[in-house]
């Protein structure tokens, strides 16, 4: 029997309408899973379209992206000005002259069925335990800016490093693009005008672009940006607006000259009416603040964001405008929106790039045939439905659990309503100070943990499983971490110093 004969109604042509971060990974992930000799890829995009590319911070999970590309980490550092990420420093949240930092990574270690951040808590109370950066080997290297990737094997805080990276999106894209081309992926210049569905079903027939070329397909992705042409215009799926919990609104964003150390880590800076970023690259630093339009004028973001950044303005500022939420379905008929289309979350997080990242995995996870299986229409709505809840209730916190009430935004927020699945979590943590991760949620114990201390959240007592190590055994265990911690630390080179080592830009 021939493999045409067998042929069980496989896709034949995928276009993407959209280049960019999203784009660009789409094409790379679908060229790299299915080819493109049976499966025709077509990426359309106009160079009149400017990408957004603000989100230049990253979580871990990206570098299981870059191991399905089969990506050379050196040299994807290299070609996108790229550096090293161990977490997220958060000032002046919880109040003005307070900071805390979020770290990848784990704290201290569990012992036998007894979860660390209980033993901690127990600590905690008598005044015997050390602040919990003192437990992640990640918190700890930022503060002091050293790096170095995991060591295999060995029981020691070196084989526990999460990291994730910062680089210039821009240049991530054009990365992308070129690993596409190569592997088959074939680039379409132009504008869409034109949107075609089929009668019967009204599923999308083909797209038309401005110079009259039309490209038909069996499944289209649609990263077209805040626009959602195919998901949200075309076949007029709704948009969820969530901007009763998450206010912000617009962004202005410029990059500044590069001044000092480069440091290992995002910083986000609380302000009057939303909060400012800081990421460093290898050839920049990156800054924006993310604000409430109703509370601030464009004029005032952009005054207080240049009054604010390290060095000399390198370009313009640009204000960027957005909506907090996503379309109420993902996947519809045979068009996946990916990125901006489906929806935003802003970047506090760094959850942007992750959430495209995760789009793609459950697509090939749930790659349709041509019939399109309506069930796995479904289930692949329902885990994203999943992931950008649960992205938001952890953006929500960062807000809702702050004692500021110096400006209108601040008093907004810190007394709003906010989601049930959120308040459970808070519940729980107030009474026993436990944190947990529900099914495969994005977030782990680590992020939740270091969230809910650093914004102030207290708990009245402490897991129940914690009393079954004697008090002055659990003191002795808690102590041996921290000082096996520290020393982990001082064995690590500078951060500055592994880049020169090991993936410096050339240009």
Same mark, same amino acid.
């Given at each position: !029997?021939?493999?045409?004969?067998?042929?069980?109604?496989?896709?034949?042509?995928?276009?993407?309408?959209?280049?960019?971060?999203?784009?660009?990974?789409?094409?790379?992930?679908?060229?790299?899973?299915?080819?493109?000799?049976? #499966?025709?890829?077509?990426?359309?995009?106009?160079?009149?379209?400017?990408? &957004?590319?603000?989100?230049?911070?990253?979580?871990?999970?990206?570098?299981?992206?870059?191991?399905?590309?089969?990506?050379?980490?050196?040299?994807?550092?290299?070609? #996108? !000005?790229?550096?090293?990420?161990?977490?997220?420093?958060?000032?002046?949240?919880?109040?003005?002259?307070?900071?805390?930092?979020?770290?990848?990574?784990?704290?201290?270690?569990?012992?036998?069925?007894?979860?660390?951040?209980?033993?901690? %808590?127990?600590?905690?109370?008598?005044?015997?335990?050390?602040?919990?950066?003192?437990? $992640?080997?990640?918190?700890?290297?930022?503060?002091?800016?050293?790096?170095?990737?995991?060591?295999?094997? +060995?029981?020691?805080?070196?084989?526990?490093?999460?990291?994730?990276?910062?680089?210039?999106?821009?240049?991530?894209?054009?990365?992308?693009?070129?690993?596409?081309?190569?592997?088959?992926?074939?680039?379409?210049?132009?504008?869409? &005008?034109?949107?075609?569905?089929? +009668?019967?079903?009204?599923?999308?027939?083909?797209?038309?672009?401005?110079?009259?070329?039309?490209?038909?397909?069996?499944?289209?992705?649609?990263?077209?940006?805040?626009?959602?042409?195919?998901?949200?215009?075309?076949?007029?799926?709704?948009?969820?607006?969530? +901007?009763?919990?998450?206010?912000?609104?617009?962004?202005?964003?410029?990059?500044?000259?590069?001044?000092?150390?480069?440091?290992?880590?995002?910083?986000?800076?609380?302000?009057?009416?939303?909060?400012?970023?800081?990421?460093?690259?290898?050839?920049?630093?990156?800054?924006?603040?993310?604000?409430?339009?109703?509370?601030?004028?464009?004029?005032?973001?952009?005054?207080?964001?240049?009054?604010?950044?390290?060095?000399?303005?390198?370009?313009?500022?640009?204000?960027?405008?957005?909506?907090?939420?996503?379309?109420?379905? $993902?996947?519809?008929?045979?068009?996946?929106?990916?990125?901006?289309? $489906?929806?935003?979350?802003?970047?506090?997080?760094?959850?942007?790039? %992750?959430?495209?990242?995760?789009?793609?995995?459950?697509?090939?996870? !749930?790659?349709?045939?041509?019939?399109?299986?309506?069930?796995?229409?479904?289930?692949?709505?329902?885990?994203?439905?999943?992931?950008?809840?649960?992205?938001?209730?952890?953006?929500?916190? %960062?807000?809702?659990?702050?004692?500021?009430?110096?400006?209108?935004?601040?008093?907004?927020?810190?007394? !709003?309503?906010?989601?049930?699945?959120?308040?459970?979590?808070?519940?729980?943590?107030?009474?026993?100070?436990?944190?947990?991760?529900?099914?495969?949620?994005?977030?782990?114990?680590?992020?939740?943990?270091?969230?809910?201390?650093?914004?102030?959240?207290?708990?009245?007592?402490?897991?129940?499983?914690?009393?079954?190590?004697?008090?002055?055994?659990?003191?002795?265990?808690?102590?041996?971490?921290?000082?096996?911690?520290?020393?982990? &630390?001082?064995?690590?080179?500078?951060?500055?110093?592994?880049?020169?080592? %090991?993936?410096?830009?050339?240009?």
């Amino acid at each position: !029997m021939s493999s045409d004969s067998r042929d069980t109604g496989r896709l034949k042509s995928i276009a993407i309408v959209g280049g960019g971060t999203a784009g660009w990974m789409a094409a790379a992930a679908l060229a790299r899973v299915l080819g493109t000799r049976a #499966t025709q890829i077509v990426l359309i995009e106009s160079e009149e379209i400017g990408i &957004v590319g603000v989100g230049e911070a990253t979580i871990p999970p990206i570098q299981l992206f870059n191991a399905l590309l089969g990506i050379d980490e050196n040299e994807f550092v290299r070609a #996108t !000005m790229g550096t090293f990420k161990l977490g997220i420093e958060f000032i002046d949240w919880l109040r003005p002259g307070h900071s805390y930092f979020h770290p990848f990574g784990v704290y201290g270690h569990d012992i036998g069925p007894v979860p660390f951040e209980g033993l901690w %808590h127990r600590l905690r109370q008598t005044g015997d335990s050390y602040p919990l950066d003192a437990y $992640s080997i990640c918190a700890s290297a930022a503060r002091a800016g050293r790096f170095m990737r995991p060591q295999a094997g +060995g029981n020691t805080p070196l084989s526990y490093i999460g990291y994730a990276y910062h680089f210039d999106a821009a240049l991530y894209a054009r990365f992308l693009r070129t690993y596409a081309e190569r592997a088959g992926v074939v680039r379409r210049e132009g504008k869409i &005008v034109d949107v075609s569905l089929r +009668g019967e079903d009204g599923f999308i027939e083909a797209v038309t672009l401005s110079d009259g070329g039309r490209i038909a397909a069996d499944l289209f992705i649609d990263c077209s940006g805040f626009r959602s042409l195919l998901l949200g215009t075309a076949l007029g799926t709704p948009f969820e607006d969530w +901007g009763q919990w998450l206010p912000n609104d617009r962004a202005v964003a410029v990059p500044s000259d590069k001044v000092g150390a480069i440091t290992p880590y995002t910083r986000c800076t609380a302000r009057g009416a939303g909060w400012q970023w800081r990421i460093p690259l290898q050839h920049r630093i990156g800054n924006g603040y993310v604000y409430a339009s109703h509370q601030l004028s464009d004029d005032q973001a952009t005054a207080t964001l240049l009054a604010n950044i390290d060095g000399p303005a390198l370009s313009e500022p640009r204000v960027l405008r957005f909506r907090a939420g996503r379309r109420s379905a $993902s996947w519809v008929k045979n068009c996946v929106a990916l990125g901006l289309s $489906s929806g935003f979350l802003e970047p506090l997080e760094s959850t942007s790039i %992750h959430l495209i990242q995760v789009s793609i995995a459950r697509l090939l996870e !749930m790659l349709p045939t041509r019939g399109f299986e309506p069930a796995d229409t479904r289930r692949y709505n329902r885990l994203m439905t999943q992931e950008f809840e649960s992205v938001r209730d952890f953006l929500i916190f %960062h807000y809702h659990a702050t004692e500021r009430a110096d400006t209108p935004y601040w008093n907004h927020v810190r007394t !709003m309503a906010i989601p049930e699945s959120l308040e459970e979590r808070i519940r729980i943590y107030r009474a026993t100070g436990r944190v947990f991760r529900e099914a495969n949620e994005l977030f782990t114990k680590t992020s939740w943990l270091a969230i809910m201390d650093g914004q102030g959240l207290g708990a009245d007592s402490y897991d129940p499983l914690a009393g079954a190590i004697p008090f002055e055994d659990a003191k002795a265990r808690l102590s041996h971490i921290a000082a096996v911690t520290a020393a982990a &630390v001082a064995r690590m080179p500078a951060h500055e110093e592994f880049i020169r080592t %090991h993936c410096a830009a050339t240009a």
